[in-house]
């Protein structure tokens, strides 16, 4: 028969194709229905605002992207609010801003008489010099906003040896000035919406390791001689040296605040360090770095001594740190001012070397007295509890050898942990013995079978209840109820593992 349908189409015989194309063509069909969901989700998601005047005429279309939400604002907690935007910062990285941020604090130190000012550090990274605080300012840090320090040293300055040591830590003579600084300061705040003050180390450790340095290396902040110090909400990262460094401060709170930096190959960058301070509150931080996560200080041999502020009434609580190569928290070593009535409570320390350290020696002199560390854990520790008085590191050779600390009065309750090397290692010596210590309600998970796992030397104290691995047989053993049960057998024994 011969076809007379003029070239028409016919629908049984269409409908017999497309069903043959699809079947044939399943995946193809079904990417490209995927990538057309997928284009008219991402329209319909796009917020479209339209620019112009009412009559619409001439208006623009302009597509807001929803993956970036507005930066939340700043609350108002000064009477008088700047943006460092106001004084000519550029948050793009490159832009040094050391003028705005001190044109920004001239700005708010003539406002001390109306309640001071608030400096807003808005989204962005704000490379800069070090630069100063004043008395009655809060600078606030975005979320998404990073303080970042210059990394040439050029630009640091140089300042005198802090009165406590004698010298720069590291080298004789001055000192790099921290990244942000304050001397006799009164009412200061360092808070926000967790933005971050950056140091830039790197070049630093590396340069500190290659001994190309000859000055000691810079906190990340530092206030002196200053008192009603609140440091909240923010991270700290990468300090050249020291990155929070409070001497001889007075009411100081540090709250929420995360510290962090390479736990191996960033030397010295312990997380915070009051330094002959008293009234101190250190709660609710986590803190991951190269040295001591918080170490408690006041001065070094003779100059501590002649300088005598001691660091007191300070509560650590609610901490997680860690420390691969030194301690979680340490009192010491520069203690020469002396350390009283420090509570250390509620803190987890995991994967570090040393949990609680107290370190000193002879020549330090000043005293180490009534501190307490109550449930403390331990997770994978290589020594749960430390106490070394032969850190034998000195300013100079002019340290007084009949200098000895007094360490006396330390107590630890509710100590549990696991994977722990060594649970105590409590070193006193001939004359320097450790006093009134006990321990109460400890079990520690070992990790290592060695015979004496719980480590005493020149020691003088008492265990109270439950306590594991099995003490040491310096200390006297007490019930539950305070009831003596055994006295001590020796004062001055035990093999010791230097190998912690």
């Given at each position: ?154 630009h ?107 736990v ?17 509150l ?6 991951s ?8 200080k ?13 660091s ?85 050779d ?11 009065s ?32 400890m ?27 099995k003490?040491?047989e ?27």
């Amino acid at each position: 028969m011969v076809d007379t349908s003029g070239g028409r189409l016919h629908p049984h015989g269409q409908r017999r194709g497309v069903a043959a194309f699809v079947a044939a063509n399943k995946t193809l069909l079904a990417a490209v229905w995927v990538v057309g969901f997928t284009l008219v989700f991402l329209w319909q998601s796009a917020s479209i605002s339209l620019g112009g005047g009412a009559g619409g005429g001439g208006r623009l279309l302009r597509l807001r992207s929803p993956l970036l939400p507005p930066a939340r604002p700043a609350p108002r907690l000064r009477p008088t609010a700047y943006n460092l935007t106001d004084f000519g910062g550029v948050g793009d990285g490159w832009a040094v801003n050391t003028e705005a941020f001190e044109r920004a604090v001239e700005a708010i130190a003539a406002l001390a008489e109306r309640g001071g000012g608030q400096l807003n550090v808005p989204p962005g990274r704000w490379l800069t010099a070090p630069f100063n605080l004043t008395s009655h300012m809060t600078l606030f840090l975005a979320e998404g906003a990073e303080i970042l320090g210059i990394p040439d040293e050029k630009h640091w300055p140089l300042m005198p040896a802090l009165p406590s040591y004698g010298y720069g830590r590291e080298r004789k003579g001055p000192r790099f000035g921290s990244l942000i600084h304050g001397q006799n300061l009164k009412d200061v705040v360092i808070t926000g919406h967790n933005g971050t003050i950056n140091g830039q180390g790197e070049v630093w450790w590396l340069k500190h390791r290659r001994r190309m340095l000859n000055n000691t290396r810079p906190p990340l902040v530092q206030l002196m001689w200053s008192k009603d110090i609140i440091i909240a909400n923010i991270t700290l990262r990468n300090s050249p040296f020291w990155h929070l460094h409070p001497y001889d401060c007075t009411n100081v709170t540090v709250s929420n605040v995360t510290i962090l930096s390479p736990v191996s190959g960033a030397p010295n960058t312990d997380g915070i360090d009051p330094d002959s301070c008293q009234d101190v509150l250190i709660e609710n931080c986590y803190i991951s770095v190269g040295d001591d996560a918080i170490a408690v200080k006041s001065g070094w041999d003779q100059y501590g001594i002649a300088y005598g502020r001691p660091s007191s009434n300070i509560l650590i609580r609610n901490v997680t740190a860690r420390s691969l190569v030194s301690a979680g928290i340490s009192i010491g070593s520069e203690m020469s001012g002396g350390v009283a009535n420090v509570t250390v409570d509620n803190v987890r320390i995991w994967e570090s070397r040393r949990g609680v350290r107290i370190k000193t020696a002879t020549g330090r002199g000043g005293y180490i007295r009534n501190i307490s560390y109550r449930n403390i854990t331990f997770e994978n520790v290589r020594a749960g509890i430390v106490i070394k008085v032969d850190y034998n590191e000195h300013a100079d050779d002019g340290y007084d050898r009949n200098a000895f600390p007094d360490i006396t009065s330390i107590s630890f309750k509710e100590i549990h942990g696991q994977g722990v090397r060594v649970p105590v290692r409590a070193h006193g010596s001939d004359v320097i013995p450790i006093k009134d210590i006990s321990f109460q309600d400890m079990s520690v998970g070992i990790s290592y079978k060695k015979k004496r796992i719980f480590q005493c030397s020149y020691v003088e104290g008492r265990v109270i209840g439950s306590v594991f691995p099995k003490p040491c047989e310096n200390l006297d053993i007490y019930d539950e109820q305070g009831q003596l049960i055994k006295r001590a057998t020796t004062l001055n024994s035990t093999e010791v593992d230097y190998d912690i």
